[in-house]
């Protein structure tokens, strides 16, 4: 069982950013972050293994950054020009080679025009 502590989020201006982190209980293959939005179906943020191998979402190319520390079990997104479609709860998201999902109770962002 891996447990998944967000922080960060919150209310941020058109253009501004964000950072959200996440802390997992044990060592986790890949980390990331997912995000849903009010009437839209969860989808895939960014994701990031322990060797540092990176997955975003082409929504977020270019502005978004993934980035894990693993003696921390520790994943950030580093978020920048944001914009109203980025208005959402974000969930970080732990998966094993082998095993079930895991996910964090969500964190809210919203983005003012």
């Known amino acids: 069982q891996v447990q998944l502590v967000e922080s960060g989020g919150g209310l941020v201006q058109y253009g501004g950013s964000l950072n959200l982190s996440c802390v997992a209980s044990?060592?986790?293959?890949?980390l990331g972050w997912y995000r849903q939005a009010p009437g839209k179906q969860r989808e895939l943020v960014a994701t990031?293994?322990?060797?540092?191998?990176?997955t975003y979402a082409d929504a977020v190319k270019g502005r978004f950054t993934i980035s894990r520390d693993n003696a921390k079990n520790t994943v950030i997104l580093q978020m920048n020009s944001l914009k109203p479609d980025d208005t959402a709860v974000y969930y970080c998201?732990?998966?094993?080679?082998?095993?079930?999902?895991?996910w964090g109770q969500g964190t809210h962002v919203t983005v003012s025009t």
């Open positions: 990031i293994t322990t060797g540092g191998r990176a």
């Open positions: 998201n732990g998966q094993n080679i082998i095993g079930p999902q895991y």
């Open positions: 044990t060592t986790t293959f890949k």
